[in-house]
């Protein structure tokens, strides 16, 4: 369970987060909507400790990011797997270093056992049928980046699944299929997820509940269906290219 | 329009930045040798960057060495000129390369061959997010990618030096004996004349703080930039100018300190 209380944060002068109390429960698949610079992925780097708040707490499992020790943020960490915006592959490795960094790292060393996964992960977000192992991620298109970012998150079997922007920079057949990817994962590994997304498609395909951040905080907490009748000019307003 | 700046306000913010970056800086070496007992499992990393900081910055370091001999050959000759005799020109050559010459400009060359590429290395991944990847897979940066460049930059630059000294030498005979007429054995008698093991160590120990701190400073500016590809370009620029100064001023420190 994710619980986030009165969490602040600024930089400098900037206000990001003025206050957000948001609890989402294992098994849920939440998305994060708002406007650009409104705060979502700042949110999303606080509960995996890469920011630290100005005020407020965030707990994961109980555990409290900001006071927790290094050792116990790193083991917490690899139970989380993130899908980065730029999926952020290490360019320096191939493929199959990539997807399998975190395991080598956690102490895997059956070169066999880590290929035998690598191609697994790549099976299951859809590039299976080609070997792309030893390709470089400067080889890959930005399509295949976001899905060798998914399958790296993915090697872990991690509890938990976050997803900055996932579609974002994409064309809409891949953005769709990156959509269908998230939902049969997210249905199949029963990951608690969260999405980070501007994609009014993509919440109402994936997400059960919806947050809308505005002005650095939580303006709207439902589902989807809500969200789409909400009368609130702020709302409507956001979701009306969407709906039109 | 120009602003108007209050010189005691811009002077106590230049402190405060300047005693917060050391800070950082200490910070991040403390932490870069917490994770030294953890080599052994890495040294794989530790191999590669030996690699990177060491035999491939090999070829640059000879050219350098050689050049930098030959030129010291003939300022002692054209210093010597008239006062003193060139039989001694082998051991002023020799001390002033074995003491100064290999290990700071070796240092130098290393400052903007790897101090400089660590930071655009670590800069790109910073700004694409490689950093943050590599800390959501539960990976400390610092033990990654701090740990084994700092040690790599630190054993390597000693070993260099040693390259660096032996061509510049032999760069100095080259000019001696086929432009200033002083044969072999006069040459190298006169090295071995005033040849003070102290000397080579002295020069050599002061590589290990060279190359630790020019691997350092790479490393701390390149997890610190932003902006993108322009904060990239800064980067690198900075480490370079930041590791060359630490160089000089480290190498008055040790030398008031060994000579």
């Not at chain 1, 049928?129 to 400067?138: C, E, G, Q, V, W």
């Not at chain 2, 060495?65 to 082998?90: D, N, P």
């Not at chain 2, 260099?160 to 004996?177: D, E, H, S």
Request: with cysteine.
């Amino acid at each position: 369970m994710i619980e986030i209380h009165n969490l602040k944060k600024s930089f400098d002068d900037n206000e990001v987060l003025r206050g957000i109390d948001i609890t989402i429960h294992d098994g849920e698949t939440v998305a994060i909507i708002g406007e650009s610079g409104c705060g979502k992925s700042v949110l999303l780097k606080h509960i995996i400790g890469l920011l630290q708040p100005d005020s407020g707490t965030v707990k994961v499992d109980g555990i409290s990011i900001a006071d927790a020790k290094e050792d116990v943020l790193y083991a917490l960490r690899r139970r989380i797997g993130f899908l980065f915006q730029s999926a952020a592959l290490f360019d320096s490795m191939t493929v199959y270093e990539n997807i399998v960094l975190g395991l080598w790292e956690a102490g895997e060393r059956d070169e066999a056992k880590l290929r035998q996964i690598a191609t697994e992960k790549l099976g299951l977000v859809g590039l299976g049928a080609r070997s792309l192992l030893d390709f470089k991620p400067s080889s890959l298109s930005g399509g295949m980046k976001k899905r060798v970012g998914l399958a790296r998150a993915l090697a872990m079997q991690p509890q938990y699944m976050f997803y900055d922007e996932p579609t974002t920079g994409l064309d809409p057949v891949t953005s769709d299929q990156i959509d269908y990817l998230i939902l049969s994962l997210t249905e199949s590994f029963s990951t608690t997820s969260l999405i980070i997304t501007h994609d009014l498609f993509t919440v109402k395909r994936i997400a059960k509940r919806v947050i809308y951040l505005n002005k650095g905080l939580v303006f709207f907490d439902g589902t989807p269906k809500e969200l789409e009748q909400s009368t609130d000019k702020q709302v409507v307003q956001f979701i009306e290219r969407f709906v039109k | 329009m120009v602003k108007n700046r209050n010189p005691v306000r811009f002077l106590g913010r230049k402190i405060v930045n300047f005693l917060s970056e050391f800070g950082e800086i200490s910070r991040l070496l403390e932490r870069t040798f917490s994770f030294v007992p953890r080599l052994g499992r890495d040294r794989i990393l530790l191999f590669n960057q030996m690699a990177h900081i060491g035999s491939n910055s090999l070829p640059l370091v000879v050219i350098i060495g050689f050049f930098t001999g030959m030129v010291s050959a003939w300022q002692a000759a054209s210093q010597f000129k008239g006062l003193i005799s060139l039989s001694l020109l082998g051991s002023a050559v020799s001390r002033a390369i074995f003491m100064e010459l290999g290990p700071v400009l070796t240092a130098i060359v290393i400052a903007g061959r790897v101090g400089a590429s660590i930071a655009a290395e670590l800069g790109t991944m910073k700004v694409t997010e490689q950093i943050d990847a590599l800390e959501s897979l539960g990976i400390s940066p610092v033990r990654y990618l701090s740990t084994p460049r700092v040690i790599a930059g630190t054993l390597m630059l000693p070993i260099l030096t040693i390259f660096a000294n032996v061509i510049a030498l032999i760069g100095a005979f080259v000019v001696a004996n086929f432009f200033l007429g002083i044969t072999e054995k006069v040459f190298f008698d006169s090295v071995k004349r005033f040849f003070d093991l102290k000397d080579v160590f002295g020069g050599l120990f002061k590589t290990f703080f060279f190359g630790g701190v020019t691997a350092l400073i790479g490393v701390h500016v390149g997890l610190r930039t932003t902006s993108g590809a322009e904060g990239v370009g800064k980067s690198s620029v900075r480490a370079f100018v930041l590791s060359a100064s630490m160089v000089l001023i480290l190498d008055y420190v040790l030398w008031t300190i060994i000579f």
